[in-house]
């Protein structure tokens, strides 16, 4: 049996998106990461937090915010950055704020502004039981401004652990 500590997990730049400092969380990705791996033990924790804690105050905190975005005052785009990251326990770049906000702009005018509906929408999607890094949820939602519509209801299923 492996013998990592918080200390060690620490170290891996997904530790703060995913934990969100939630003794629970860090408790939960030690655990994990000794019964099986690092990588394994990422997986499963984050895949377990979107399914059983999700964040959905935040996620409606993100979605007000996105008709009021402004991608020149860096201070704006890194409150969304954050809020983004905690609900979806996975870090975010910089670059990539802008493209998840235009999604959700999209999602909100297909949802004719109804911001519960979009909630479902993007909730449903990151508790579907599939997990992808942001990095792929950022490709999709670039894809879906490219074809103007909503495609993934659930991360691409050849892309999930």
């Given at each position: 049996m492996k013998n990592f500590n918080a200390e060690d997990m620490k170290k891996n730049q997904r530790f703060p998106a995913l934990t969100q400092e939630?003794?629970?969380t860090i408790d939960e990705l030690v655990t994990n990461c000794n019964k099986t791996s690092k990588v394994e033990g990422f997986i499963s924790t984050r895949k377990n937090v979107l399914h059983t804690r999700?964040?959905?105050g935040a996620l409606i905190e993100y979605i007000e915010l996105v008709p009021h975005f402004d991608k020149d005052n860096q201070f704006f785009v890194g409150t969304v950055k954050t809020i983004i990251e905690k609900f979806s326990r996975d870090i975010v770049l910089d670059c990539w704020v802008d493209d998840l906000v235009q999604a959700t702009k999209m999602k909100l005018d297909h949802f004719n502004g109804?911001?519960?509906?979009?909630?479902?929408?993007?909730e449903n999607y990151f508790k579907s039981g599939k997990v992808t890094p942001m990095s792929?949820?950022?490709?999709?939602?670039?894809e879906e401004i490219e074809k103007g519509m909503i495609i993934y209801y659930a991360?691409?299923?050849?892309?999930?652990v």
């Amino acid at each position: 049996m492996k013998n990592f500590n918080a200390e060690d997990m620490k170290k891996n730049q997904r530790f703060p998106a995913l934990t969100q400092e939630e003794v629970v969380t860090i408790d939960e990705l030690v655990t994990n990461c000794n019964k099986t791996s690092k990588v394994e033990g990422f997986i499963s924790t984050r895949k377990n937090v979107l399914h059983t804690r999700f964040d959905r105050g935040a996620l409606i905190e993100y979605i007000e915010l996105v008709p009021h975005f402004d991608k020149d005052n860096q201070f704006f785009v890194g409150t969304v950055k954050t809020i983004i990251e905690k609900f979806s326990r996975d870090i975010v770049l910089d670059c990539w704020v802008d493209d998840l906000v235009q999604a959700t702009k999209m999602k909100l005018d297909h949802f004719n502004g109804n911001v519960q509906d979009v909630a479902d929408c993007i909730e449903n999607y990151f508790k579907s039981g599939k997990v992808t890094p942001m990095s792929q949820t950022w490709r999709e939602r670039t894809e879906e401004i490219e074809k103007g519509m909503i495609i993934y209801y659930a991360p691409d299923p050849s892309r999930t652990v």
